[in-house]
């Protein structure tokens, strides 16, 4: 094997050496954002609500039927349901059991995460609005973001039958939000190709434009 | 070599192999002069000049430049396309002389090269930082993205631009390069300092000099040459479709691509004619550019000013012929219109001065051809301004017509350009043989052969 | 709930209620308020990819750096009807000027974003306001703006100190114990803010209100009141029509309510078939209204009253009716016949108007349509109009008592008379002697500087109000925004109601006011309640309305009356005129108004003295020669520019200019080095000519005689067209025929004579390209008709706002760079030997989306390409800015960011339309066929099922044309609206024979004459 063949094979092997690593490792395009899931204020579980409770996504997000945004929603949406909830089932349980051993009556149960809740409202513990308290809301942090020059309508997709999981993936199954899919231009066309070509869940009348106006204005 | 019988001699001085290695490789070895440091300041300043307009211009916005609405083009592409143009006669020579056997390229063909990688060097530089958002210039390229994928736009001249320009200078170097190497073996083998060794030892590429490496080096020289020779006539063709496969009138002409390449060879000469009167003058080269070869030169130029003269002429005809109202308009509004003084420069340069030409006496004087080349450049210059800015400012609608006055943003970066190309220049100077001594050797006059 | 594509079905009043107090922080993804609305690293996203895109480096930083992070805080109890994201329709009335049109407000997430011309309730798109129609003028469009001028009062003041309204309050009600009160005001055409001050008037007796328009019409009112003894202001009734002779009256631009003259005029201009009404114009200098006429008559303002006088006799003997003495008696000459024939012709159908302040001619306009039978036809006196109510007098009136220190208190309401007094410096020096001036003005100016207390007014969208602009029409304005946080406003009605000691809240006032005095039963309601809640669901409300008809014409009327001598004295005669986009002071302070370019002049950014062509050669003024404008007691110094058309013994100067406060703008559009000014060399915007304006007779006269020197100084204009003339230039035209075929224009002669030459259409049968459409989905198109178009230039500010387009600044103006995606070309053609009697041709020019788009070929990254449905699409975030296509472009309609244009102003920039990204620096952009009015009406039809039916999308020019002129759908529907236009035999589109097949096209001007100057 003379030195030259040598040199071919190191310098090769290198390239491809190089080319492994950097297909393993994490580096990102400029824009994707793949696989991004921030801490939000609130430890709020989509696995529960969404999974467990099976809540509809649309109860919450209602704004995704009608609007260019899904919305998210306001706080009085959480109180329909945690003004009588206040914590978890099973610790209000363990507690009754508790006092009625003990011959006194239940303590009140309220678990931290829940009262965020009242307090991004301002409310006192009997849940009535108490205008001494500050009510900043809750600030949320955005997971899924498109670029300025992106107009996409929620109401668009939802009306023509496409699921949520299609671009959020598997949320239900997410106890905190992660961004599932890139959301580049890449995953939007190829999709509405993919409904022209083989229809919406068996449906062939949608016609999904691919043109540049149906985003970009 | 028949000819050396009855004219005389493209070498004079009766020069033998070493006189010709010595002299040539002379400016290398010695210390730059007073001269070439005066020389080298002066173009670094006014490079930086126009390093500074462009930042400028690429922090603050195209706006900086005297453009609008209505003429979205004007000294931007002008450069481009007059660098392009310039950078003609390299690859003509080389190439083209060499398939023709013209044997007194050979002491100028080196430079010419030189000369034309600098100017495209120039000429690339204009279609980047003419975009609204430089940044995103990679867009113009085909690669794999996330886009789905979005491609360019092979309908687009612009797009064919850019695979021509970037041909053209692949084949271009590599033939200059390939060129060198034999020189730059004779500078290793002369080299004193290590930093002077060891660059020529990994320049020249392990050059032997044996029968065999010349043999090989013979092949690949006559095959690259056949290889860049057409590329001498698509270049700046496709540089001309940018305009001719636009509807603009005056723009929407079939005689573009001969016209511009002819142009370019035509400009291309004059650039290399004054470089090289400077040089001879500079590096006293006098034995080597003899008065056959500004002869020989001069009259490339007059028959290019004819020829550009006739398409001039041409377009006019054809304007009048062609009974359309936008195209005829457009022509007289080139000669009569409020841009009519362009056109006279452009066409007192290119056409009327270098019929001087003709004349023995005014090429037996160096001046006088310095002189007329340097107008050939400047007529050339308002050549592509005419085509480009009167062609626009007014075109279908009255309503939109709009005149355009340059920034002084626009000039520091013409003059910038300029800085950049003598800036590279002089360092080629100084870094290799100035003449392809090799070949020069090889056409020595015949009685100093086997002088030893 | 409305939707953003047509109004499905309306708001109640008390959500509405709920949804005035949102207000809102900024734009937000989810319309609710996110922290900052950039990124917490200060990055915007464009400018983080902008450092991606710079090749390596930033790709690999980019890569292993997460996003910017965006918060986002919804409400705490979101309001039942708002859905963030979709935007609302409210009907309401404009305030731009006294007009009272009536309009839509586009709201979105809590804020207006755009005004639009009034449509009829349930989704459908009829254009039913009574007064207005479906329009609104440019300077309604750009009304907007001044809801987030963040130049406006923050606060009331006291003695130029912020203050509040408790301590004002109590200041005044000792000054008002001194009583001697006078109220200055505009005319008001709200009944309930009449009744506050007149309870106002009534709880401090002694006290005047006195009633005074920049843009008078006193002389009008006082003739009628002359002649009939009623001031009445009769409703011009244009599409009744046949004959329209105007008279130094620019009532298509600028006059009384131009949206409603226009609407009629056009609507007059095409009765059955192709037989138009008959329009001629006499004026000094060239008007909008001037543009269209069939006959326009070239004459100074002296002539033009001599011509009236003349006129009135002729037609006098003609009616056999003895002509009055006293009026003038000019030798008749070819017009002055063919109008006298004309109008004898059109008895009962016609109408003769002028808008000179001159009792004579007023008089005698007057005596000239009861003697043609005009009045109860084209004139309607049934439903008058209460558009203007000022009275000259009376503010002089109002002077000389403040001079004599008969006046304690003064409050001006709507007015700033230290500007646009012609004696402004005189009212000033009386004012000193008030003890209290009180002034209502909602942003610094001239007068609210010389006020004692402020209180300023919220702008028109953040009120209630109401108005009757003609008998018989209810209009409401109800708020669509509270911004009450940002500027404590205070409405005239309710300081009034605390000046009164009134404690009743206002919607109660109201409410009691207009169920006692409006007929509300006659709009055939049960009880006042639904009538109520249906004019502020409708905007306005229609009530039969009986009128006692005029008296007859008093023949002492003409009597005593005086007339300018038949020679005139020398010197120039000054003509002080209204520009269509700034027809007085009141918008000076609005960048969109200030940019628009004249419809005339194609000028924006300041005014200028115009002279006739011949004048300004003799005098060797070139344009933008600064010239000195003398009278006996003042000097105006004013750049000069030659305007064809205009009498050469008239110098016209336009009004509203030279403003306070306008200094402003000295930094608008880009900072470079070789930038200038927006503003003057005094600091302002342009100059102001009110101070040659001149009191006579009692009367406000907008003209005078004045001697012109130069002054050797020079400004450039900022012009968006700078060749006027269709003509190519003598030296370069390659033909005897000099005309450019690019606007068709025949003549009803012509059309009779040889019926209309279907313009020997010059597209190709070889087609080399693959047909785009082949697919059962729309073709969008458009098609212009240039009888209806006036020029008015409403669509070009209406695109401005709906696109986010950029203000400029002067600079970039005067060097073609101006953003504006729609522009109206103006050409000029006629004998270049007689410039006084040239015709103009108003040309709309947008994108033409063409099927073969050049500017599509030659760009390199895509950036631009062909939608299925016929679109020319600009994407701008894939453009790098090569300004190929533009070069490319026939129509030159695409517009460059040659700079990032300052967006720095926070509060202006929440009138920006969310749903349209703001462009950067080195892109480029255009008329985009408001597509995303496009998408907003399919993803509606697809949420409702319901099909988008034919008229509903209407791009921001469609729906705000006060004539209708513009007409968009689908040419692929045979039925469509678009269709039908381009199968007339009249439509022709722009450059043809270059077969890159536009989706524009346009209607042949149709000039009402065999020959011209007939």
Not at chain 3, 550 to 558: C, E, I, M, P, V
Not at chain 3, 892 to 920: G, T
Request: aromatic share 10%; hydrophobic share 40%; glycine share 8%.
């Amino acid at each position: 094997m003379t030195r030259r063949t040598v040199w071919i094979i190191f310098v090769v092997s290198c390239m491809m050496g190089g080319a492994a690593i950097l297909a393993s490792s994490n580096v990102r395009l400029p824009g994707n954002d793949i696989g991004y899931v921030p801490e939000q204020p609130i430890a709020f579980s989509h696995r529960l609500h969404a999974g467990e409770l099976a809540i509809s996504c649309l109860y919450c997000h209602s704004g995704a039927e009608q609007s260019r945004h899904a919305g998210i929603p306001a706080v009085s949406v959480c109180m329909n349901c945690h003004l009588t909830v206040k914590a978890p089932m099973a610790e209000v349980k363990a507690e009754a059991a508790a006092a009625t051993a003990e011959g006194r009556d239940p303590r009140r149960i309220v678990s931290p995460e829940i009262q965020k809740i009242y307090d991004a409202m301002g409310l006192d513990k009997d849940l009535k609005r108490d205008p001494k308290r500050p009510a900043p809301g809750i600030s949320w942090i955005k997971v899924h973001d498109l670029p300025d020059f992106v107009y996409f309508n929620h109401g668009r997709h939802v009306n023509a039958g496409v699921d949520c999981t299609a671009c959020h993936g598997p949320v239900a199954t997410m106890d905190r939000v992660r961004q599932e899919s890139n959301l580049s231009m890449g995953f939007c066309v190829n999709c509405h190709r993919d409904v022209n070509e083989n229809g919406l869940a068996g449906d062939h009348s949608l016609h999904a434009s691919t043109d540049c106006a149906g985003c970009h204005y | 070599m028949h000819d050396d019988t009855i004219t005389p001699p493209l070498i004079l001085g009766g020069k033998s192999n070493r006189d010709v290695t010595n002299d040539i490789a002379a400016p290398l070895e010695r210390n730059p002069g007073q001269m070439w440091w005066i020389a080298f300041i002066i173009s670094f300043s006014v490079m930086m000049l126009g390093v500074v307009a462009v930042w400028y211009q690429i922090a603050t916005g195209i706006g900086t430049w005297g453009l609008n609405k209505t003429v979205g083009w004007a000294f931007d592409i002008t450069n481009f396309v007059f660098w392009v143009g310039i950078g003609h006669a390299g690859t003509l020579i080389s190439a083209i002389l060499f398939l023709l056997r013209q044997k007194w390229r050979t002491s100028m063909n080196r430079a010419a090269e030189a000369m034309t990688l600098i100017a495209v060097i120039c000429a690339g530089l204009f279609p980047v930082i003419h975009m609204g958002r430089p940044w995103l210039a990679y867009w113009v390229f085909p690669y794999p993205n996330m886009r789905g994928p979005l491609w360019v736009n092979f309908r687009s001249p612009l797009l064919w631009d850019v695979f021509a320009i970037g041909t053209y200078f692949t084949i271009s170097a590599v033939f200059w390069y390939v060129g060198l190497i034999p020189d730059l073996a004779t500078m290793r083998d002369r080299a004193k300092t290590v930093f002077r060794k060891t660059l020529y030892r990994v320049m020249s590429l392990g050059w032997s000099g044996s029968q065999r490496t010349w043999w090989r080096y013979e092949v690949v020289y006559l095959l690259l040459a056949s290889l860049a020779t057409p590329l001498v006539v698509s270049v700046h063709s496709v540089v001309s479709f940018d305009f001719a496969t636009a509807m603009v009138p005056g723009w929407h002409t079939t005689i573009f691509p001969p016209y511009f390449v002819i142009g370019a060879i035509f400009s291309g000469f004059a650039m290399v004619m004054s470089l090289m009167l400077i040089a001879r003058s500079a590096l006293d080269f006098g034995a080597y550019i003899t008065q056959r070869h500004v002869d020989a030169v001069c009259r490339v130029i007059v028959f290019g000013s004819c020829i550009v003269g006739f398409a001039y002429s041409t377009e006019l005809f054809i304007a009048w012929y062609s009974g359309n109202e936008f195209e005829q308009f457009a022509f007289l509004n080139r000669v009569r219109g409020p841009m009519s003084w362009a056109y006279f420069i452009m066409v007192s340069c290119n056409v009327v001065i270098p019929q001087l030409l003709w004349s023995q006496r005014v090429r037996n004087s160096a001046l006088l051809v310095f002189i007329i080349t340097i107008a050939v450049n400047i007529g050339m210059w308002f050549e592509r301004f005419v085509i480009i800015v009167t062609s626009i400012h007014r075109d279908f609608l009255p309503s939109s017509w709009a005149d355009y006055t340059p920034t002084l943003v626009e000039f520091a970066t013409l003059i910038g350009s300029f800085g950049l190309f003598f800036t590279l220049f002089l360092l080629f100077c100084r870094l290799f043989p100035f003449i392809a001594a090799s070949e020069v050797k090889a056409i020595l006059p015949r009685d100093t052969e086997g002088v030893h | 709930m409305t939707s953003s594509s047509g109004q499905n079905y309306w708001m109640s009043i008390d959500s509405l209620g709920d949804q005035s107090l949102e207000t809102p922080q900024s734009e937000s993804p989810d319309g609710s308020q996110p922290v900052s609305p950039e990124s917490d690293s200060g990055w915007s996203r464009r400018s983080f990819l902008r450092a991606a895109g710079f090749g390596g480096a930033g790709a690999v930083v980019a890569g292993c750096s997460p996003a910017p992070i965006k918060k986002a805080i919804p409400f705490l109890v979101q309001p039942e009807e708002i859905v963030p994201g979709r935007a609302y329709y409210y009907a309401s009335t404009c305030a731009g000027c006294s007009a009272g049109c009536g309009m839509m407000v586009k709201n979105r997430d809590g804020r207006p974003i755009k005004l639009e011309g009034f449509r009829g309730a349930g989704g459908t798109m009829d254009r039913s306001h009574p007064v207005s129609g479906g329009g609104l003028c440019s300077v309604g469009q750009a009304s907007l703006l001044g809801l987030y001028d963040s130049k406006r009062f923050k606060n009331p003041q006291l003695k130029g100190k912020d203050s509040d309204y408790s301590k004002i309050d109590a200041e005044l009600s000792s000054r008002f114990a001194a009583g001697k009160i006078w109220v200055l005001t505009a005319t008001i055409t709200s009944p309930s803010t009449r009744r506050r001050l007149e309870q106002f008037l009534a709880k401090h007796p002694g006290s005047e209100h006195v009633v005074y328009d920049e843009q008078s019409c006193s002389a009008l009112l006082d003739a009628h009141d002359r002649a009939f003894g009623q001031r009445v202001l009769p409703r011009y009734r244009f599409e009744r029509a046949d004959v329209i002779v105007g008279v130094g009256c620019d009532f298509l631009g600028t006059w009384v309510s131009p949206v409603e003259f226009a609407a009629g005029y056009a609507k007059g201009r095409e009765k059955n078939a192709g037989e138009t009404a008959w329009h001629a114009q006499v004026e000094g200098t060239m008007s909008l209204t001037g543009t269209k006429a069939d006959l326009r008559v070239v004459k100074t303002e002296r002539e033009q009253i001599r011509l009236i006088g003349t006129l009135a006799g002729m037609l006098a003997r003609r009616a056999g009716v003895s002509p009055p003495q006293g009026l003038p008696n000019a030798k008749p000459d070819a017009n002055l016949k063919s109008l006298e024939a004309k109008l004898w012709g059109a008895r009962g159908k016609s109408i003769v108007v002028s808008g000179v302040q001159h009792a004579g001619t007023q008089v005698a306009v007057a005596f000239i349509n009861d003697l043609l039978g005009n009045y109860g036809q084209t004139l309607d006196i049934e439903s008058p109009s209460f558009q203007r109510q000022g009275d000259d007098h009376g503010i002089q009136r109002l002077t000389s008592a403040m001079a004599a220190g008969g006046v304690e208190t003064l409050i001006i309401h709507d007015l700033n008379p230290l500007y646009d007094l012609p004696d402004a410096a005189g009212f000033a020096k009386a004012m000193k002697s008030v003890g209290t001036v009180i002034s209502t003005s909602s942003a610094p100016n001239e007068t609210s500087a010389a006020a004692t207390v402020i209180c300023p007014e919220p702008h028109f969208l953040e009120r209630w109000d109401d108005a009757i602009p003609v008998k018989g029409a209810l209009c409401l304005t109800q708020p669509a925004i509270s911004t009450t946080t940002l500027f404590k406003t205070r409405s005239f009605r309710d300081s009034l109601a605390a000046w009164a000691g009134d404690k009743t809240d206002d919607l109660a006032f109201r409410k009691a006011h207009l169920s006692k005095t409006v007929d509300w039963r006659a709009a055939s309601h049960a009880n006042f309640e639904s009538f109520w809640s249906a004019a502020v669901h409708d905007g306005v409300v229609e009530m039969p309305s009986k009128v006692a008809p005029l008296g007859k014409f008093k023949s002492t009327a003409l009597k005593g009356l005086s007339w300018p001598s038949a020679q005139a004295a020398d010197g120039f005669e000054v003509i002080l005129n209204e520009k269509v986009g700034m027809p007085s002071g009141r918008h000076a302070h609005n960048a969109w108004l200030q940019e628009l370019p004249d419809p005339i002049t194609k000028m924006s950014w300041g005014n200028a003295a115009l002279f006739g062509v011949a004048a300004a050669a003799e005098l060797r003024i070139s344009d933008g020669d600064i010239v000195a404008i003398r009278t006996k007691d003042l000097v105006i110094e004013i750049p000069a520019k030659a305007q064809p058309g205009q009498h050469d013994d008239v110098i016209s100067i336009a009004i509203g200019y030279g403003r306070s406060g306008t200094e402003r703008f000295a930094k608008v559009g880009p900072d470079w080095i070789e930038a200038r000014p927006t503003v003057a060399a005094d600091g302002v915007v342009g100059v102001n000519a009110a101070p040659l304006a001149v009191w006579e007779d009692g009367l406000l006269r907008r003209t005078r005689m004045v001697t012109v020197e130069k002054t050797g100084r020079h400004i450039d204009f900022a012009l968006s067209q700078t060749y006027d003339s269709i003509d190519l230039p003598a030296n370069t035209a390659p033909g005897e025929d000099r005309r450019r075929n690019i606007v068709h224009e025949t003549t009803t002669g012509a059309l009779a004579a040889k019926g209309c030459d279907d313009h020997a259409r010059h597209r190709g049968d070889v087609d080399l390209w693959t047909d785009d459409h082949a697919n059962n989905l729309p073709h969008w198109g458009m098609a212009i008709d240039l009888n209806r178009c006036t020029g008015c230039s409403a669509c070009v500010v209406a695109c401005q706002v709906e696109n986010n387009i950029p203000v400029v600044g002067h600079d970039e103006v005067r060097r073609r760079r101006d953003m504006h995606w729609i522009r109206i070309d103006r050409y000029y053609s006629g004998d270049p030997e007689k410039p006084e009697d040239v015709d103009v041709i108003h040309q709309p020019m947008m994108c033409h989306h063409c099927d073969n788009a050049p500017c599509e070929t030659v760009c390199p990254v895509l950036a631009t390409v062909h939608s299925e449905e016929g679109l020319n699409q600009q994407v701008y975030n894939r453009c790098v800015g090569t300004r190929y296509c533009a070069n490319n472009c026939p129509y030159k309609v695409r517009r460059f960011n040659w700079f990032d244009y300052s967006r720095e102003d926070r509060l202006q920039n929440m009138v920006l339309n969310p749903d349209i990204a703001v462009r950067s620096r080195g892109v480029m952009e255009k008329c985009s066929f408001c597509v995303q009015r496009i998408q907003a009406a399919k993803n509606e039809s697809k949420r409702t099922g319901v099909e988008i039916f034919d008229g509903q999308i209407q791009p921001a020019c469609v729906q705000t044309c006060p004539t209708e002129a513009i007409v968009f759908g689908d040419v692929k529907k045979a039925d469509s609206a678009i269709t039908k236009a381009n199968a007339d035999p009249l439509h022709f589109k722009v450059l043809e024979e270059l077969n890159v097949k536009p989706s524009v096209g346009y209607r042949t001007l149709v000039r009402n004459r065999k020959v011209k100057g007939e």
